[in-house]
């Protein structure tokens, strides 16, 4: 599969044709939108998909500029939400200046507060990521996000070819924090189109070197041709059922203390693991990161450190890393959770 297929016809031109129509041009921004007396019933068929807090509750959205963002605005003043737009300028895309006047714009006509940000991406690998930190970091606590059920479904994807359990192929959470994950793409383009806006086109979602935008042009269209029917709703399901998994499991380790090694050998190998996990992602890993509504999004250890703190319980080792600067040892046959020195080992096992 190379990069020469991207984009596809379920990429780069149903935006292009939804954004850009010759015959029906809005200038960059807002143009004839619906009047506050008639925006309910125009938004009704896809406010009714949404989960807003109820109003008057006053939210902030995070608003690049493109559809998704756009339609998450323009549908949280239709949802009687008093909303302040925030949108964040990376510096990495030349036309973030004229994006943030498109949102501001926007938020103006829609009767809602705009507020610019400006974030420095740090350096290194995986711009995307670095991108989202920096965002995140910029963007307010609870800040409302635009991830609709399409991002859903590539989530769902990616962390099952990272080889991610049940917490993982669960994907996002649908909580107000993600009001729009009821909707599809196609549908915040159609809300844009009611309410007069022209969505800024980032290019770089066309960009072949970033792993999702493939999984989006690429491996969800070829999935679709497979199966014959439209996938990301199965996807969708998927991500609920494994949702519904990771409850059970939180409830069944419940009354399970992960600091006792005895309990922990005593106890299913899926449990202690699962114990181990929330023990970890509760008590120190924290990434770089900051998240949306936490301020220090807490990143959950992978399989390999899961097991290697395990060892750890069983007596296979004395002390071992489980990543984020933080380590598992072992002493008077309780777990203790602590920083690690620079340099250490991965797993000191005791001595024969």
Known sequence: MGGA?????????????????????????????????????AFEPYLSRCNFPPPPATVTC?????????????????????????HVDHGIR??????????????????AGFRGETASVAPGP????????ARYTALPDGALL?????????TVLLNLLRGAGPAGVAAMAPEHRRPLLGLRRADTLEVCRLAGLTPVLDESNLDPAIRRNRVRHELIPLLEEIFERDVAPLLCRHADLSREATEALDAAVAGLDPRDCATLAAAPRAL??????????EGGWITEARGPTTGGERHPPDLAAVD???????????????????RVRRSAQRLHLEPTASGSAVCQTDPP
């Open 5 to 41: 297929r991207l984009p596809s016809r379920h990429g780069r031109d149903q935006v292009a044709e939804a954004v850009d129509r010759p015959d029906e041009r809005p200038r960059r921004g807002l143009t004839a939108a619906p009047t506050p007396s008639d925006a309910a019933g």
């Open 62 to 86: 995070a608003v690049s500029g493109g559809p998704d963002s756009l339609a998450l605005l323009v549908l949280a003043r239709a949802a009687g939400l008093e909303v302040t737009a925030v």
């Open 94 to 111: 030349p036309t973030s200046a004229a994006d943030a006047g498109v949102v501001a714009a926007a938020a103006a006509a829609v009767g």
């Open 126 to 133: 995986n711009l995307e990521a670095r991108a989202r930190s």
């Open 146 to 154: 635009g991830h609709t059920a399409d991002d859903q479904a590539e």
């Open 272 to 281: 202690a693991r699962w114990a181990l996990r929330r023990w970890i992602t």
């Open 308 to 326: 290697r703190a395990l060892a750890v319980a069983l007596g296979e080792a004395r002390a071992a890393e489980v990543g984020g600067g933080w």
